[in-house]
């Protein structure tokens, strides 16, 4: 039986840490600080920064969210973010995507400090990933490093093969895994064969964005898979390509109308030695890591 990566549990102790971190903090008078603005009313938007801001309370750090108006222009963010950027009890800075069409995103993040990054999506903190200084890495691929790490998976020496070269995930989540001394692949759209080069992958990292995309054949037996995809699908055909005779899941599906499926095909996942399930593999890592990110952001201003 492959052995499932817990997402949930190992979150759940990197927040206790972070915990613990904010406490000595707190007894030398500092309390980090996050801001996290949510721009206009994107209903999932709204929910993954509540998320984040109930756990920062949850962990003693310091939040304030900021709700410009879908009409706000690129200037007025700009001023807003100058603004944060110069705040001494802010030390990380979450501009939640994405933005209304009309205001200039990459502008934004470039404005972001990078010692206030927390997100880790600023130029300066890829070059500093890069060249192997501290750096604030980007939450979501620092999360899967975390899992490997602490499920005990060995990673240097390994071959790790990453589907997906995003500047969120895929990019980043290479980097780190090279970092760690593994042998990486990167493959993206135009990759020729895939399956031929996932096949090699004693650590495979699928960072895709489409439901089910690798298939069992595409897996070495014995692999440990990790899926990064968040896809909501809703109809009954797709499900029963992914989860036919699955009677958990399909209470579910019947109960809300859709479900979530990762990059990774579920039957992919026997084949496995480990794997992340979805939900509750990578998704949980990734405000932990923001938490996480949010004190270093605190320490690193501080030179501590
Ligand atoms: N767990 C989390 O918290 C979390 C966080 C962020 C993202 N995600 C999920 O992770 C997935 C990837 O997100 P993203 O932001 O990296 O997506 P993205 O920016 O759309 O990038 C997708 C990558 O997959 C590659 N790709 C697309 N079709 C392919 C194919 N047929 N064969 C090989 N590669 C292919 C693309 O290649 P090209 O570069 O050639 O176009 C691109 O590099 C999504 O499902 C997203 O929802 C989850």
Not at 113 to 131: T, Y
Not at 134 to 157: D, F, M, N, Q, W
Not at 186 to 192: A, D, G, Q
């Amino acid at each position: 039986m492959p052995k499932v990566l817990d997402g949930v549990a190992i979150a759940a102790a990197i927040k206790l840490e972070v915990a613990e971190e904010v406490r000595k903090l707190a007894a030398g008078g500092i309390r980090p600080g996050l801001a996290a603005v949510l721009v206009g009313h994107v209903p999932a938007s709204e929910i993954y920064v509540r998320s984040k801001v109930k756990t920062c309370a949850e962990l003693g750090i310091f939040s304030e969210m900021i709700t410009p108006p879908e009409s706000v222009t690129t200037e007025e963010m700009l001023a807003l973010v100058a603004d944060l950027n110069a705040r001494e009890d802010i030390d990380g800075i979450l501009l939640q995507l994405p933005l209304p069409a009309h205001v200039d995103a990459k502008l934004l993040l470039d404005s972001v400090s990078p010692d206030k990054d927390v997100d880790g999506f600023h130029p300066v903190n890829a070059g500093r990933l890069q060249a192997g200084r501290p750096a604030l890495a980007p939450c979501t691929p620092a999360g899967v490093i975390e899992i490997l790490k602490r499920s005990g998976i060995p990673i240097s020496g390994q071959n790790a093969v990453v589907v997906g070269r995003s500047d969120i995930v895929g990019k980043p989540a290479a980097m780190l895994l090279l970092h760690e001394n593994a042998t990486i692949t990167i493959c993206h759209s135009k990759t020729r064969d895939l399956g031929s080069i996932t096949r090699q992958a004693d650590i495979l990292v699928a960072a895709i964005g489409r439901p089910g995309y690798i298939t069992p054949e595409m897996v070495k037996p014995g692999a440990t898979v990790i899926d990064v995809g968040i896809n909501r699908i809703t109809d009954p055909v797709e499900f029963e390509k992914f989860f036919a005779g699955d009677g958990k899941r399909a209470d579910t599906f019947s109960k809300r109308g859709s479900t979530i499926v990762g990059d990774v095909h579920p039957k992919a996942f026997d084949v496995a030695g480990a794997y992340t399930p979805v939900p509750g593999g990578v998704g949980p890592l990734t405000i932990a890591m923001l938490m996480s990110n949010t004190v270093r952001a605190a320490r690193m201003r501080r030179g501590l």
